[in-house]
């Protein structure tokens, strides 16, 4: 899994991006790239898991510039990196709000949507640990949660999740994934998430702080708890 500045580096260049364009934005708003690769795992997969032809950009911080300037500069990234990625699909993270990060409500990813044209080969992924910790109820009301996500960005645009528990409390806006059922989300919601008739078809991925073993027995689980 990529997730530094150098893959993200790396990633534009791989697109053809005009390298010192990318190289000046990176060292003005920090971003990175997760890129996956590996075959499907019944829709639930571990971070080592590719989301078919695509990449999950997590939107970095503004570092004191303010918000309107991080959506700026993520845009300008974007309106490079867009144009050529072909089939390609890149999802923009929620994130949890910690610091200066950008995206951590839902009109701040709108907002970076816009300011590229909602192009087809954008999308969302929701990280239920970063929601909650953000303020997005998904353990006592998910149905509100993603009612809100369409109405501001687009369920159409929801294309996958990043399932984690969290070890901090609602609206903490901090950054830290705990294992399935270990955590103050928990399994019951969890579970309620995975079955969710908004969310059928869009694949999950575990980034929950694990070894394979761990992964291998949180699938195991998840399998377990999945209807229909």
Partial sequence: MANTYKDAKDMYAKFGVDTEKALQILDAIPLSMHCWQGDDVGGFETPDAE?????IQATGSHVGQGTE???ELIADVLEDVLPKAGPTVVLLETMSGKGSEVGSSFEEIAAIMSAVGNPQN?????????VYSAGYDVVNDIDGVLEKFDLIIGLDKLKAIHLNDSMTPFASKKDRHECIGKGVIGLEAIVNIINHKLLRGIPFYLETPNELDGYAAEIKLLRSKRVG
Avoid: A, N
Avoid at 122 to 130: A, E, M
């Fill in 51 to 55: 989301l078919s032809g695509g990449g």
């Fill in 69 to 71: 300037k991080g959506i």
């Fill in 122 to 130: 954008l999308g969302v992924c929701l990280d239920t640990c970063h």
